[in-house]
C-alpha cells in the first residue's frame, strides 16, 4: 500500500513569490492535515481537510491556505513568500474509521521549503 | 490544548531497554496519550496510544500512571533505527472528527552501539 506522497519534496523560492505543495493521501482516506516544522517552533498545525472542508485550522496568517479535492489530494499554498516560511512542510492522513481522535495519522515526508 | 514535559534528550545502549518519561499534569478525563517519533529525515510516525490502562504493541510498551499525570514510552530492546526524536501529545477524544496534533518539543534519543 502506498504511502502519503508529497511533491515536490525540495523547492527553493525567493522572498514574495508564492508557492504551491501537494499531497496525495493514501488510499481510501478522507482527512488530510497539514503541519509546518522549523527548528525554532517545531512542528506546528495548519489546517486539516475532510471531504472537501476545512474543519479545522491553526494559528496561522492568511497568507497560508488550502484545499481539498473530491479524490482527497490536498493543496496548500503560500502567498507573499517571507524568509521566515523556510520550513519542512508535512501532511498526514488517516482513514474514516478512525475512532475520534484515537486513529493514527500517516505523515509523508515532506515538502522542505527554502525562501531565499 | 493540555501541555506534555518531556526532556530534551536521552541516551542508551543498543539492546538495553529505554524508558522515555512524559508528564502532563493538567490532562483532563477525555484525553487520549499518544506518543509518535520522528526518524532523522522522515515524517512522524505513531507508535502507540492509550487512555488508562497499560498498553502493548509490536513496537513498544506505554505505560501509564494511576492518576493519569504521567505516562512511560518503553522500547523493550532498542536498536540503532530507533535513534528519534520522541512526541509525547495528549488528544481530546471529545473534538469529534478532528486530527489535530499539538507537538511539543519532544526527546531526542540516541541510541549507543
Known amino acids: 500500500k502506498a504511502g502519503v506522497t508529497q511533491t515536490p519534496r525540495y523547492l527553493i523560492k525567493t522572498r514574495g513569490q508564492q508557492v504551491t505543495l501537494s499531497c496525495s493521501p493514501i488510499s481510501g482516506h478522507r482527512s488530510v492535515s497539514w503541519y509546518q516544522q522549523t527548528p525554532g517552533q517545531g512542528l506546528q498545525f495548519l489546517f486539516e481537510?475532510?471531504?472537501?472542508?476545512?474543519?479545522n485550522k491553526g494559528n496561522f496568517p492568511g497568507r497560508f491556505s488550502g484545499r481539498q479535492f473530491s479524490n482527497s489530494r490536498s493543496e496548500m499554498n503560500v502567498s507573499t513568500l517571507e524568509l521566515g516560511d523556510s520550513a519542512l512542510y508535512l501532511c498526514?492522513?488517516?482513514?474514516?474509521?478512525?475512532?475520534?481522535?484515537?486513529?493514527?495519522?500517516?505523515f509523508g515526508e515532506g515538502s522542505r521549503l527554502t525562501v531565499l | 490544548d493540555a501541555k506534555t514535559t518531556q526532556p530534551n534528550s536521552m541516551e542508551s545502549n543498543e539492546e538495553e531497554p529505554v524508558h522515555l518519561p512524559c508528564n502532563h499534569s493538567?490532562?483532563?478525563?477525555?484525553?487520549?496519550i499518544h506518543w509518535y517519533r520522528q526518524l532523522p529525515s522522515q515524517g512522524p510516525e505513531y507508535v502507540i496510544h492509550g487512555l488508562t490502562s497499560n498498553v502493548n504493541n509490536r513496537m513498544a510498551s506505554l505505560a501509564i500512571a494511576e492518576d493519569r499525570k504521567s505516562s512511560t514510552l518503553i522500547l523493550h530492546r532498542a536498536t540503532l533505527r530507533d535513534a528519534a526524536v520522541y512526541y509525547c501529545?495528549?488528544?481530546?477524544?471529545?473534538?469529534?472528527?478532528?486530527?489535530?496534533?499539538?507537538f511539543g518539543q519532544g526527546t531526542r534519543l540516541t541510541i549507543n552501539p
Open positions: 498526514a492522513s488517516s482513514p474514516p474509521t478512525a475512532s475520534r481522535n484515537t486513529g493514527e495519522l500517516f
Open positions: 501529545i495528549l488528544r481530546d477524544r471529545g473534538i469529534q472528527g478532528a486530527q489535530k496534533l499539538v
Open positions: 481537510y475532510f471531504s472537501e472542508t476545512q474543519r
Open positions: 493538567t490532562i483532563s478525563g477525555t484525553d487520549y
